[in-house]
């Protein structure tokens, strides 16, 4: 159990980890949860569980939701209890796809990514809910909503965006491009808005709205993620107060000879372009070490 409790430890303290904080901190929640729902139900006290478990689900009804508006975050890291798959495919397609936005992109853009992903199918369930005739009839059989889905398509859809003719090798398929990956996944929710799981669907297609957005916008420039990151960053600040140092000087020594400090340049935006190319049109495996090393430069100036 310490080795458990250490490694969780060092997952956390890493600044450049957040796919493997992510999948983390879905991991203890779920794991939390299941414990009192087990325990609470032995023990006969339910009702302790079904107010905990509340505090993760989002309830359909606007006027319900302002009771409860952390709720907009929380129920994107809880997951249902009746469906080990729910939680499996969500951490699956999570951590195969957001390698991808680590890779590229860094750890930062990826914990955006997840936050937006989130926010956006909460906000559109919510208003579909509250707006849509179809969803208001039958507000009051739904109970609430739980599962990172929406966060997971938000970084499933960006990476499709990022480099659509990226390929996954699947069982009995063989190599598919992520990109109809996306495309088949986007067609299954938008055919189930209509369906037992309308609203869950209505915020799988709300992640991929933003995750396709927020990758436009950063490829033009803009980072819809800023505030995120201000945030969490003020965040750490208050757990984790920088201490005082003694700053001194020198005066920088540079030099025109590139080979004197190998790999310590960070490449321009238009070697990355290049080198996501060569991957769009040839594969991860084309590249060449020097390749593989901008790109592992890039990143990290990207975190």
Known sequence: MAAIIDEIKRTFQRNDNALNQ??????????????????????????LFAIVYSQFSIPPVFSDFLTKPWTLVTYA???????????????????????????????QKLINLYV?????????????????????????????MVGASAAVYAVMIAAATLLPNYS????????????????FYIFISFMGSVGANAGGNIAHLGGALIGYIYIKQLQNGLDLGKPIQGFLDFFRGLINPSKKMKVTYKTPKFTSD???????????????????????????????????????NFGKEKN
Do not use: C
């Open 116 to 144: 937006l992903g989130g926010l956006s199918g909460g906000m559109l369930y919510l208003i579909f809910y509250n707006l849509i005739p179809f969803f208001m009839e039958r507000a009051d059989m739904v109970s609430g």
């Open 22 to 47: 992510l999948i983390a901190i879905n991991l203890i929640i779920f794991a939390v949860l299941v414990i009192l729902n087990v325990f609470s139900t032995l023990l006969g006290i339910r009702d």
């Open 258 to 296: 590139k080979k004197a400090n190998p790999g310590s340049s960070i490449p321009t935006q238009d070697q990355i372009d290049a080198i996501l190319d060569k991957i769009a049109a040839k594969g991860y495996e084309s590249l060449s070490k020097e390749e593989k090393e901008m790109l592992f």
């Open 168 to 183: 996954f090798h699947l069982i009995f398929l063989g190599p598919v491009k992520i990109k109809y990956i996306a495309a």
């Open 77 to 107: 890291f809880a997951h249902s209890l009746n469906d080990i798959f729910h939680i499996l495919f969500n951490l699956l397609f999570l951590f195969w796809f957001g390698r991808l936005v680590v890779e590229y992109l860094g750890s």
